[in-house]
């Protein structure tokens, strides 16, 4: 009688699902996800301000069948590829590179820049890539090890002088402010953006130190709450002069240069409407 072989024990990895690949989104899939999950979330908000727990847990509930977090930022990073151009950093990078004087800056041109990408959804962006920058990358939910779980409302502020505040050259703030549900933490979201910028004696760069900041263009050209004349004054109220712009079709793109004497601590915004129309959207912000 011939023995049977015996088999080989097979490790437990063998029996773990295999990491799959999420299949391409459409670009039309791609978009509706992002426009659900972003009008859920600012629903969210408005309840969770007005108490309503019940209507609450039923937008939650919404957002949980749409998959949530994880799919707006799978639709996100596909909408950010380079084969869409949804790659919003490459136009801060063109700024930098193509300027005149001390507004533009090389690899040689004495040390890189810092810079704090909150919202980051990939380590391998036009900024990651150029080598202008040392970057620190933060997210509410990482998807990568290159990339800190944090939620920058969160992020530990210090006294003015303590050496363990880290600082930085510029903050992005790329398709960030509109994730945020609140008027009110999208102004202090702008104020808070300050706190981690450093304090220049000389200006290594003309540009600096600086925010990057992303909207969808709708926000500024189809809010009732909000324009372009009314965004600078509330960012020349919080110490920032806008040096840098450009609006496409979908997105308004927007380099502020920050300077902390100028900023009116006093200065305060309230939502109020600035345009009527049916056709208008919600987005404000509102600075206290």
Not at 113 to 130: I, K, Y
Not at 191 to 197: G, I, K
Not at 201 to 226: I, Q, T, W
């Amino acid at each position: 009688m011939v023995a049977k072989k015996q088999r080989r024990p097979q490790l437990l990895s063998s029996s773990r699902p295999r990491k799959i690949k999420p299949a391409p989104l459409s670009s039309r899939t791609t978009r509706s996800l992002i426009r659900s999950h972003h009008t859920l979330r600012k629903q969210l908000s408005a309840a969770s301000s007005k108490g309503d727990t019940g209507e609450a847990q039923a937008i939650q509930a919404k957002i949980d069948g749409f998959g949530g977090l994880l799919k707006y930022q799978e639709a996100s990073i596909q909408g950010q590829s380079a084969t869409r151009g949804g790659d919003t950093s490459r136009v801060l990078v063109e700024w930098l590179t193509r300027g005149e004087g001390k507004d533009k800056i090389s690899v040689r041109s004495g040390g890189q820049l810092r810079m704090l990408e909150v919202g980051a959804l990939r380590p391998d962006n036009a900024c990651s890539r150029s080598k202008l920058f040392e970057m620190e990358r933060i997210d509410l939910h990482s998807q990568h090890p290159d990339i800190k779980q944090q939620d920058f409302l969160e992020r530990p502020l210090y006294a003015a002088g303590d050496v363990n505040q880290e600082t930085f050259d510029i903050v992005s703030l790329s398709l960030v402010l509109n994730f945020v549900g609140d008027p009110v933490q999208r102004g202090e979201m702008l104020r808070r953006v300050a706190s981690f910028l450093k304090s220049y004696s000389g200006h290594k760069v003309g540009l600096f130190p600086g925010l990057f900041l992303v909207l969808p263009a709708p926000c500024v050209a189809n809010s009732r709450y909000l324009d372009e004349e009314r965004l600078d004054a509330i960012m020349k109220s919080l110490g920032y002069e806008r040096v840098k712009r450009k609006l496409s079709s979908k997105l308004v793109y927007y380099l502020w240069k920050y300077e902390a004497g100028k900023a009116e601590r006093s200065k305060v915004f309230k939502k109020e409407e600035i345009r009527s129309g049916k056709s208008r959207n919600n987005f404000a912000i509102v600075v206290r």
